[in-house]
């Protein structure tokens, strides 16, 4: 099963084994595993099929969506960046001119560097702004002070947010003069030597080596992230996120003696500079093993397991699942990928193979996470209250929504949500995102003699919804 298997030591044929007994290892699932050990790849393991139409199996050139395995890489080019040009990274980002303005005038003042890569910005994710489709990466930035943010959020909460880094990375070059992707393949791929890996928008030619996505054993299309490269748009081979991986656990040092940065900036990185309190489970799926007390550093989640502190980061977008992990006092590092959606594989298999490693079981601390529910809705759409809803509402953040019959749905961007209820008050809708489904209630209103809309857009209950206004017919 593990025919690409290299330097297999006796711990990891163990875990391979153990592995196929537990059934962790789906016959269809692509999966691609790696341990990293003293700056040496001790174990490349690739199982199952990367296109299950075609038969075709994974390979360690086999390249896979990463999506938030990308902060860490944004964390190193930009505390690389400010080292070239002499500025901190703690210093506000908005001076001398405003590049990234948000609702509230403290956090735009005060915002820098570090408060994006630490999730301190106190805007909660909006993810559906970049999702839908409906923005470019260029136009985002202009939308985040139209944006609520949590109440006394700035610095004072943890608020996960792809959007934040992704805008981020759209400024670098007025930063830095340099963007984001040259940044990336001039100090780390070209480095590196990390040949298999993308960041930018351009599709790969049909006939490499890639992964296709799939969502509950069905393929889907392969999502981008292009709106927002510095936060998920990270696509590579395991090889490659191994070399990744063993200059993280050697603190800048790569397999050959090169020094591609100062330790100090590996162990900022996994340094704690915000507590994690509120967060989705689903991003803890197979994770039922890292202690409840998690912080985050620039760029990774900060854990403990089996007594020893790690630094990790999950990531999921339509149709891939993965896990990178550090473990700085080991010298070790251990990644999981594969192509199938929110699957709980990734955690449990570096479960494995830290166990495997360590001779000892490591413990689960937490309960598991549940998947995605499907809650009974109330399916119910008026005639009459629906010709009153239909049309065309713009809110300042999100910009154009429509509301179209035959079928009822909403329109965002290059999303369509199919609508289930619809009685007046009541709009309720059902948004396809990340490989699941989301239903969502809104409510009608009038805001100044126009009809409006109240839209759980946000998907975070702490702020309030944004309201739509119809567009005049």
Not at 183 to 211: H, K
Request: charged content about 20%; glycine content about 8%; some cysteine.
């Amino acid at each position: 099963m593990d025919a690409h298997a290299r330097r297999l030591d006796p711990a990891a044929a163990r875990l391979r084994a153990q592995s196929v007994e537990a059934g962790l290892i789906q016959q269809e699932t692509g999966i691609a595993a790696a341990v990293v050990r003293d700056r040496e790849p001790v174990y490349i393991g690739c199982f199952g099929m990367r296109d299950r139409e075609k038969r075709l199996p994974v390979s360690p050139q086999t390249r896979f969506a990463l999506s938030s395995a990308t902060k860490a890489l944004t964390a190193f080019v930009a505390q690389q960046l400010c080292a070239e040009r002499g500025t901190n990274p703690d210093a506000p980002v908005n001076a001398p001119r405003v590049l990234l303005e948000l609702h509230d005038s403290n956090a735009t003042r005060e915002l820098s560097i570090a408060d994006v890569l630490a999730h301190r910005s106190g805007l909660p994710s909006h993810d559906l702004l970049w999702y839908g489709d409906a923005w470019g990466a260029h136009d985002l930035p202009a939308r985040l002070r139209f944006l609520s943010p949590l109440p006394d959020g700035f610095r004072n909460a943890f608020c996960y947010s792809n959007l934040m880094y992704g805008c981020l990375g759209t400024i670098l070059p007025d930063l830095a003069g340099e963007t984001w992707e040259a940044a990336v393949e001039r100090q780390v791929f070209g480095p590196l030597g990390m040949s298999r890996s993308l960041v930018g928008s351009g599709a790969a030619p049909e006939s490499d080596d890639v992964a296709a996505p799939y969502v509950g054993g069905q393929r889907v299309a392969a999502k981008s992230a292009a709106a927002i490269p510095a936060a998920a748009a990270w696509r590579g081979s395991i090889e490659d996120v191994a070399r990744w991986l063993a200059v993280n656990a050697a603190d800048g040092v790569t397999p050959s003696g090169q020094r591609v940065a100062p330790p100090d900036v590996f162990r900022r990185m996994r340094s704690p500079h915000a507590k994690v309190s509120e967060i989705n489970p689903l991003l803890f799926m197979g994770l039922e093993w890292m202690s409840s007390d998690v912080g985050y550093g620039l760029g990774w989640f900060l854990g403990e397991a089996a007594g020893r502190r790690l630094a990790f980061h999950p990531g999921f977008i339509d149709g891939f699942s993965s896990l990178l992990v550090v473990v700085p006092e080991l010298r070790l590092a251990l990644a999981v990928v594969t192509n199938s959606n929110l699957n709980p594989l990734p955690g449990r298999f570096c479960k494995g193979l830290l166990e495997a490693w360590l001779g000892a079981a490591v413990p689960d601390v937490r309960a598991a996470t549940p998947g995605p529910d499907t809650p009974d809705l109330p399916r119910r759409i008026v005639p009459d209250a629906w010709r009153n809803l239909a049309g065309t509402y713009t809110e300042p953040a999100y910009g154009r929504l429509q509301l179209s019959a035959n079928p009822h749905r909403v329109v965002y961007g290059q999303q369509t949500w199919p609508v289930f209820l619809a009685d007046g008050p009541r709009l309720g809708f059902t948004v396809r995102a990340f490989g699941i489904e989301i239903p969502l209630v809104g409510e009608a209103e009038s805001v100044g003699g126009r009809p409006a809309l109240r839209l759980p857009l946000p998907l975070d209950p702490r702020v309030p919804p944004p309201v739509f206004r119809r567009d005049a017919r």
